[in-house]
């Protein structure tokens, strides 16, 4: 599946208090007809992320009043599925502690500005592809569990519940154990669920 195809009709919910940082977002996926919604605060981010359920969250972290560290850790404590959807912390900071932190809130990958519109575009397809996996196999934490990928076909997991790692390829995620809680609506469709609790390889 090519990249037009994965983010054809995706959902995107963009939350800046820079609106020329949104308008440029916005100009990046027009050509994939992906709908954004864009809101300018944490609050204005966290009602749309429940009325309106989008697929991917695109977030700058320096934000005023409430910054995007907090926002992450309430989407993650909402009750409904969509408080697992994939997130992307957009920061100005590129070190490791930056992107740690990231992580540890609830962020999905860290993005660093100013970005490339093609390495935006490459995040949020393999986010895509990546949301298929997203229960630990070891614990069954209904946290998003992998934090980066080496490659389209291979991702690196952890669990921020029991600290499990490893690196999988995408056909060998599913039987590790990894399915998907958060449905892409006919994106994911075919896909072969695995069982939870099968063993895990020890090799991608």
Request: negative net charge.
């Amino acid at each position: 599946m090519d990249t037009s195809q994965l983010l054809d009709g995706l959902r995107v919910l963009v939350v800046d208090d820079d609106t020329d940082n949104l308008d440029l977002i916005k100009v990046i996926f027009e050509e994939y007809n992906v709908q954004v919604t864009a809101v300018t605060s944490a609050g204005e981010a966290l009602e749309a992320i429940t009325q309106l359920k989008p697929n991917i969250l695109i977030s700058d972290v320096a934000m005023p009043d409430e910054d995007g560290y907090s926002l992450i850790q309430k989407v993650r404590n909402l009750a409904a599925a969509v408080s697992q959807i994939p997130a992307i912390a957009l920061t100005a900071h590129a070190s490791e502690e930056a992107g740690a932190l990231a992580l540890d809130a609830g962020f999905s990958i860290r993005l660093v500005k100013p970005f490339d519109p093609d390495d935006l575009i490459t995040v949020v397809s393999k986010l895509v592809l990546i949301a298929q996996y997203d229960l630990c196999p070891v614990c069954s934490n209904k946290q998003l569990s992998f934090i980066e990928w080496e490659s389209l076909n291979k991702i690196r997991f952890h669990c921020r519940t029991c600290k499990w790692n490893e690196s999988y390829g995408l056909d060998k995620a599913k039987v590790a154990g990894f399915i998907n809680r958060y449905h892409f609506k006919n994106k994911m469709d075919g896909l072969n669920k695995p069982i939870l609790g099968e063993p895990l390889k020890n090799n991608a």
